[in-house]
T-cell receptor, first 112, second 115 residues
Framework: AQSVTQPDIHITVSEGASLELRCNYSYGATPYLFWYVQSPGQGLQLLLKYFSGDTLVQGIKGFEAEFKRSQSSFNLRKPSVHWSDAAEYFCAVASGTYKYIFGTGTRLKVLA | DAGVTQSPTHLIKTRGQHVTLRCSPISGHKSVSWYQQVLGQGPQFIFQYYEKEERGRGNFPDRFSARQFPNYSSELNVNALLLGDSALYLC??????????????FGDGTRLSIL
């Protein structure tokens, strides 16, 4: 069965430090992968997507993610975190033709 | 351009009641999906509609139903509300059906509380 695992429930980093959020997926075919961010009380905003081609994808707000098929991973990175990046981050895989399967999310806290 | 809009933003109901949630997709988007997000969890897929037809259904009871109108807006209906239905209900739209190459864009959700 398709699934997405985000191993870290909470992550705390200092402002200006680098960030990596982990995502592992289980999917039989070529996956289509996404990262979304959710601020408190709000919906999901698409950060970036991977469909095919270059395995390093650039997104909005300075985020990037790298697809590694051999590790079934799609980790999200940012070289320097800003206080406004504090939010919850969700990794998702497109399953079949109509639905996304989401991980349980990683809540990011940024220390001043 | 307006994004996905959902109404109402918040709603309080009691057990056994019925609720209708509404969603207007991004202009030009023909596909609407509904997700339930329980506190502390990721969104769970409920339905997808495209051109007024149901294209996919998640593992939810028959108390949950939805429809899509000719203008591509959509309603999610939940009957016989249970305490466990308390959640953020998210609507997402995409250009066409077929999630594989069509990113879904989400609204801010409707927060449903069941007393």
């Amino acid at each position: 069965a398709q699934s997405v695992t985000q191993p870290d429930i909470h992550i705390t980093v200092s402002e200006g430090a680098s960030l990596e959020l982990r995502c592992n997926y289980s999917y039989g075919a070529t996956p289509y992968l996404f990262w979304y961010v959710q601020s408190p009380g709000q919906g999901l905003q698409l950060l970036l997507k991977y469909f095919s081609g270059d395995t390093l994808v650039q997104g909005i707000k300075g985020f990037e993610a790298e697809f590694k098929r051999s590790q079934s991973s799609f980790n999200l990175r940012k070289p320097s975190v800003h206080w406004s990046d504090a939010a919850e981050y969700f990794c998702a895989v497109a399953s079949g033709t109509y639905k996304y399967i989401f991980g349980t999310g990683t809540r990011l806290k940024v220390l001043a | 351009d307006a994004g996905v809009t959902q109404s109402p933003t918040h709603l309080i109901k009691t057990r056994g009641q019925h609720v209708t949630l509404r969603c207007s997709p991004i202009s030009g988007h023909k596909s609407v999906s509904w997700y339930q997000q329980v506190l502390g969890q990721g969104p769970q897929f409920i339905f997808q509609y495209y051109e007024k037809e149901e294209r996919g259904r998640g593992n939810f009871p028959d108390r949950f139903s939805a429809r899509q109108f000719p203008n591509y807006s959509s309603e999610l209906n939940v009957n016989a509300l249970l305490l466990g239905d308390s959640a953020l209900y998210l609507c997402a739209s995409s250009l066409e059906t077929g999630a594989s190459n069509q990113p879904q864009h989400f609204g801010d959700g409707t927060r449903l509380s069941i007393l």
